[in-house]
């Protein structure tokens, strides 16, 4: 199968959008676009992995409520257990003491709490990142599971408009995330052996790869394609944070490869 072009995509090239994830091309010669594939990524990634998104927490007591919000910034699982533990301490309730062994966060309260589901957004929040369960019985001591101290562990990257006119369909098990062109691991041990992770967070992280096996999407020719939007997601299927949201950036340059009949051989 040869190559009748490739479309290079850089998340630099649109200044003028303040989200840095909603990005259109305009494509030459559509009408004989018969097949497309993303070739090659290039990212730099550094969006905080406490954010807005992210950032506040929730439990009770037997008679309170409360929200404790986190400063947004780049924690290590150190840097992190220190600042949930000076926005616990400030809330008046007394000492909270908190540690970090083989990878599990462990809390003592000075009164029973339990923490609670984010009622605002009823994502993924801090709470759910260092491990503790929610929405359990009041109790003083809070055992977590296998911390993720990652804002997300892998990137989608989606095209809804290729997908609109592939000539073969496809699915995916995460009801949030259809139309891939391709996956980046951000945090590929922590994805593939989460009982493993073991290292600190560290952005910003350069990735670059060349895929092997690139999902090739054939394309109805008699469908016009005028523009694409590149959607990046997190692993949950939501957009990441924008960078007017303060959350840090991600920059990115995109291979795709451009076939035209001809080359397909048709």
Known sequence: MNVSGS?????????DYEDYQLISYKTTNNQALSCIALNSFDFVYGINNINSRNSSGFFETASQSFQVTLTS?????????TEILVKLNALGLGVFTMTFVNNIYTLNAPVAI????????????WV????FQKNTNLQTVHIGGVANIAYTNCIYITCDELHRR????????NRKVFNVLGVVYI????LMTPTLVTADVVDPKHITDRIR???YIYLDINMRINTMTI???????????????????CSYTLELMCFDQQSLGT
């Open 166 to 173: 592939q000539t073969v369909r496809d699915e995916s098990s």
């Open 213 to 215: 096996n690139p999902k």
């Open 7 to 15: 479309l290079y995509i850089s998340s630099n090239d649109k200044k």
């Open 231 to 249: 959607r990046l997601l997190d692993e949950n299927g939501n957009p990441l944070p924008a960078a007017s949201e303060g959350t840090g950036s």
């Open 114 to 125: 339990k923490f609670i589901t984010n009622p605002v957004s009823g994502s993924r929040d």
């Open 187 to 190: 945090n590929k041990d922590a």
């Open 73 to 81: 910034g780049n924690y290590t699982y150190a840097s992190l257990l």
């Open 128 to 131: 759910d990142m260092v491990g």
